[in-house]
């Protein structure tokens, strides 16, 4: 069985950093891609970040140059560096694997997701 577990989510100062971490299991780890989603306060689930299995990495615009996604395939864990946090940012954000080579832009393109790590980020 699949699983994703998030962790590192908190309630920080605008300009401030987290990391986030995803471990996996239940499948062969950086086989494919794995992505970061997040979910603000009574918005639709959006992607944030995405590695797909040959170590491309996309962002979404908003966090460009601020956020940077890697991966550990020795402890089966995706991370998320958060830098210069914004209150825009604050959301559920949520660990993701397609099971696929590809990094769709859609939710439903996704078959495991975490529960999710809040990010609350005051000005």
């Known amino acids: 069985q699949v699983q994703l577990v998030e962790s590192g989510g908190d309630s920080v100062q605008s300009g401030g950093s987290l990391r986030l971490s995803c471990t996996a299991s239940?499948?062969?780890?950086?086989?494919?891609?794995l992505g970061w989603w997040r979910q603000p306060p009574g918005q639709e689930r959006e992607p944030v970040a995405a590695?797909?299995?040959?170590?491309?990495?996309t962002y979404a615009d908003s966090v460009k140059g601020r956020f940077t996604i890697s991966q550990d395939n020795a402890e089966s864990t995706l991370y998320l560096q958060m830098n210069s946090l914004r209150p825009e940012d604050t959301a559920m954000y949520y660990c993701?694997?397609?099971?696929?080579?590809?990094?769709?832009?859609?939710?439903?393109?996704?078959?495991?997701w975490g529960q999710g790590t809040q990010v609350t980020v005051s000005s």
């Open positions: 993701t694997t397609s099971l696929t080579r590809g990094c769709p832009p859609v939710a439903v393109a996704y078959k495991v």
């Open positions: 239940g499948y062969p780890f950086g086989s494919f891609c």
């Open positions: 590695i797909y299995s040959d170590g491309r990495k």
